[in-house]
């Protein structure tokens, strides 16, 4: 029964599954082997011609291998060959594996906003920011990477206690509202936002250990 049940499920429903359950559930990174919640960690799979994938929703079949979620970690494994020793088994890796997972990531990040955005969950625009979050019903905000520091700490105290990221640049995210640029954004509560929050932190620590 519970085969049928995974079965007939989306890939949409599945990431949704997925998100909900990450915060509760920890996995063992074979990098640092530290157990870390799965929001903490990104999951790869060998495919069936043997090479490691990406798997940032989290819904590809096959046994999980878990890396903490930076760019050094995913480096370290390449590197040191641990996805063969992780899988048991040779494995073909790209050697730029790290910029596919950003870009992965990135791509990610702006799925969701686009899908939010059309369902009439997120705005843009720090008066539309500060109109949605009287309304009570936010669920994750948006500041831009590159944005002025003053502007996030006023969002931030906007929001009184709606989680903040800052994993896209203005541009970035105006590429996800249809404009050149944005600073500032919100996102509704739910299991987009959920689901944001973590495709957004990990792009955020990816991003963070490439500017060291």
């Known amino acids: 029964m519970l085969q049928a049940t995974q079965e007939s499920m989306t890939v949409t429903e599945r990431a949704q599954a997925t998100a909900e359950d990450e915060a509760a559930t920890e996995r063992r ?14 999951r790869f799979v060998v495919a069936p011609d043997g090479a490691v994938v990406p798997d940032v929703m989290g819904v590809l079949p096959g046994r999980g291998i878990w890396v903490t979620a930076d760019r050094a970690s995913v480096e370290a494994a390449v590197a040191k060959r641990l996805f063969s020793r992780a899988a048991q088994q040779q494995v073909t890796v790209d050697p730029r594996l790290a910029d596919v997972v950003e870009a992965q990531l990135r791509r990610r990040c702006l ?9 009439g969950g997120a705005v843009s625009g720090f008066e539309k920011v500060r109109a949605f979050l009287a309304k009570g019903s ?13 502007g996030r700490e006023k969002i931030e105290r906007l929001g009184h206690g709606v989680p903040v990221v800052s994993a896209l640049s203005r541009q ?3 590429q ?3 404009r050149d ?5 919100v996102v509704a509560s739910g299991r987009i936002a959920v689901q944001l929050e973590v495709a957004a932190r990990r792009l955020w620590g990816f991003r963070q250990q490439s500017a060291e």
């Open 176 to 178: 996800a509202f249809g």
């Open 181 to 185: 640029q944005v600073v500032h954004a």
């Open 138 to 150: 936010a669920g994750l905000l948006l500041a831009a990477s590159d944005g002025a520091e003053d």
């Open 111 to 119: 799925d969701l906003i686009g899908l939010a955005r059309r369902g």
């Open 172 to 174: 970035e995210l105006g």
């Open 29 to 42: 990174c074979i990098v640092t082997r530290e157990s870390k919640p799965t929001s903490a960690l990104l």
